[in-house]
């Protein structure tokens, strides 16, 4: 008896066709370059348009700077290697591989990850790895190098579809980018940005980085309940069993030279640890700042990728040692070799990436698109309905994420109108930032112009060469849709039970303010 096949559901039809069609574009590295020539003409047009607009810290008038022309050929050709020098990711990616690839090759991820494998339960390895993803970012963007190749490995070593356990942890790290057990360095840089923006009201007033502490912490749990759920119910029924090629880590008990270099990795870095606290936390520690000794502001969260490379380094060569599979030096620097050797696509990517964002920032397309959305806003009437009126702040955010990735350069533009504007209606510049916060963090995950959507790309085809943006994007949707559908939910409960969003940080202004 023949058993009918299930029809896919209207949801999952829509993911197909968004797949498709997304995948129709070019490679990535063709992409990016299409982009920057596009951006250069844009610019032209929307000049000649006469577009422009006021910027809202300085309050002076911001127009399209026109790159069809003798000067933007000259700046273009000039800044052609200082674009791909500056790219933001490209240097903390390589780094930080550096190190971890030594783990690679000495084969202490292999032994870790059997070690996490046999002992955590299974039905936990899902909000497990997402939890960890959000959990990240009190290291700053180190999720997206070590977190995310983690999830996909993960899921490969005990028998599901990798991509699916790459997209989970990827929705944690980057949609659920604000949510945070921890302050992070985050939340001072969008504090002071808010702050200054508050003291056009009230001068004085202070935004404190835990203004959305308590909104935060409950996200977090918020958002891996939703991302197991997404996880288990929608993305991994929708990909199907994994075939490819990838082989598969086998889970076998560890030997006892595996077993013997794991202990030499544990004192190494416990060893390590002492010395990073030593410096931290003793009198006129050395990693401390004498201008500012603050744990945020020290020289371990400025140099945090080093101290990555650096832990990375220390834990492979001491399983190596440890495990006899270091021979010599060369065993080190041929890992180092092969992890450069994957990152080629990633390179030639990132060339052309970082001349497109170069351009997109010379034009001030930007600027103009967030403070005319801005007075779009405006429009609408909403004074005296703090639901709408946040609700309609976190769909603007999450649409000018989708071509501008960085949270504070984006909050620079946007807290200036936002926040001045609502406390003269009685709302918290705290409540402003929540709202901007949620919007920020959810739409990151289908931007191909998301900073690191290259490099997930670029896992993701690791196990599945024929990936393409379509196939990220149709993967990591229904997070997208059910995140900002579920945190504004939880937005809106706090305004209508109104809870304070962090210590001190009231969702409304008393009428003396």
């Not at 610019?43 to 309050?59: D, F, I, K, N």
């Not at 963007?141 to 899921?155: E, N, T």
């Not at 001030?364 to 702040?393: F, R, S, Y």
């Not at 931007?447 to 290259?454: I, K």
Request: charged share 10%.
């Amino acid at each position: 008896m023949s058993i009918a096949p299930v029809r896919p559901t209207p949801f999952q039809r829509l993911l197909n066709l968004i797949e498709r069609a997304g995948n129709i574009l070019p490679n990535s590295s063709t992409l990016f370059a299409g982009l920057a020539v596009g951006v250069v003409l844009l610019s032209w047009w929307v000049s000649e348009l006469g577009a422009q607009a006021v910027h809202p810290a300085t309050g002076q008038v911001v127009q399209i700077v026109n790159l069809c022309s003798i000067e933007g050929l000259h700046r273009m050709l000039v800044n052609i290697v200082p674009n791909f020098m500056a790219f933001p990711p490209l240097g903390n990616v390589l780094v930080c591989l550096l190190g971890i690839a030594v783990a690679e090759r000495t084969g202490l991820i292999s032994a870790a990850l059997r070690l996490i494998v046999l002992n955590a339960p299974r039905r936990l390895l899902t909000p497990i790895l997402i939890f960890g993803g959000i959990m990240s970012h009190s290291g700053g963007d180190i999720g997206y190098v070590l977190m995310i190749p983690l999830g996909a490995a993960v899921f490969h070593t005990v028998g599901r579809h990798p991509i699916a356990g790459l997209a989970a942890v990827f929705a944690g790290v980057s949609g659920g980018f604000s949510a945070n057990l921890l302050i992070s360095t985050l939340d001072p840089l969008l504090a002071g940005i808010t702050q200054a923006a508050a003291a056009v009201v009230k001068p004085g007033i202070v935004v404190l980085p835990t203004a959305n502490y308590y909104f935060l912490f409950t996200a977090s749990f918020l958002l891996t309940a939703i991302g197991t759920v997404v996880t288990e119910k929608i993305v991994e029924p929708r990909l199907g069993p994994y075939t490819g090629a990838a082989p598969r880590e086998e889970l076998k008990p560890l030997t006892a030279a595996e077993k013997r270099g794991l202990w030499w990795t544990a004192g190494s870095l416990a060893l390590l640890a002492a010395v990073i606290l030593w410096g931290l936390f003793a009198p006129g520690g050395f990693l401390l700042d004498p201008k500012n000794p603050t744990f945020l502001a020290s020289y371990f969260m400025r140099g945090l990728i080093g101290f990555i490379f650096l832990i990375g380094l220390t834990a492979g060569l001491a399983y190596g040692l440890g495990a006899r599979t270091i021979l010599s030096d060369s065993d080190v620097v041929r890992g180092m070799d092969a992890s450069m050797t994957t990152m080629a696509s990633y390179i030639v990517m990132a060339f052309f990436a970082a001349q497109f964002l170069a351009y997109f920032n010379w034009t001030n397309l930007g600027t103009v698109l967030a403070v005319n959305g801005a007075e779009g806003i405006k429009a609408l009437g909403l004074d005296g309905k703090p639901v709408l009126l946040m609700v309609a702040l976190v769909l603007l955010s999450a649409g000018i994420d989708l071509v501008m990735g960085s949270a504070s350069a984006k909050w620079t533009l946007m807290a200036p109108i936002f926040v001045p504007m609502f406390m003269l209606l009685g709302y918290s510049p705290e409540l402003v930032q929540g709202a901007y916060r949620i919007g920020d963090s959810c739409s990151n995950i289908i931007s191909p112009l998301m900073l690191y959507f290259p490099l997930v790309l670029g896992f993701a085809q690791r196990y599945v060469p024929s990936t393409g943006i379509g196939t990220m994007i149709a993967t990591m949707m229904p997070y997208s849709i059910t995140f900002i559908i579920s945190w504004t939910s939880l937005l809106i409960i706090w305004i209508v039970c109104d809870i304070p969003m962090g210590p001190g940080a009231p969702l409304f202004l008393a009428k003396e303010d």
